[in-house]
């Protein structure tokens, strides 16, 4: 059996969503110590529906895959389901990944989460 699933190698060949939102709402970034990858996530956010997401990985295939999926996923949602994305969700989505590779849609979520955090944050402030 190959080791990637055929929606895993499209999203890493051809991945979604990737670049920078200058004006983001909410933005970021999280890294997993142990493989040096690094994740960065950018929201648009209108009337809590994420109008735009983008993000930029600099990590292996699994995590481009799972960051592409990621956002394909809350891309127009309201940011309440957004909230509730797991990494499960994103690698079964992809049709699985391998185990030692759950770690990377782990990511995803975090980086997904801690925007969402940044952008709460970023809306009390200014209220
Ligand atoms: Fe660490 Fe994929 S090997 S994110």
Redesign the pocket.
């Known amino acids: 059996m190959a080791l990637y699933s055929e929606k895993v190698m499209e999203h890493f060949l051809n991945p979604q969503n990737v670049g920078v939102i200058e004006d983001a709402d909410g933005v970021g970034e999280v890294g997993?110590a142990?493989?040096?990858?690094i994740?960065k996530m950018y929201l648009k956010i209108d009337n809590e529906v994420i109008s735009d997401v983008k993000f930029e990985?600099f990590?292996?295939?699994?995590?481009i895959a799972?960051s592409s999926m990621a956002t394909e996923m809350i891309k127009g949602k309201p940011v309440a389901e957004a909230m509730l994305l797991t990494n499960k969700a994103v690698a079964e989505a992809l049709d699985g990944l391998p185990p030692?590779?759950m770690?990377?849609s782990?990511?995803a979520e975090e980086a997904i989460q801690s925007a969402l955090e940044d952008y709460e944050n970023k809306k009390t402030k200014s209220e």
């Open positions: 997993n142990k493989c040096g990858d994740m990985t990590g292996c295939a699994s995590a799972s030692h590779k770690h990377c782990v990511l």
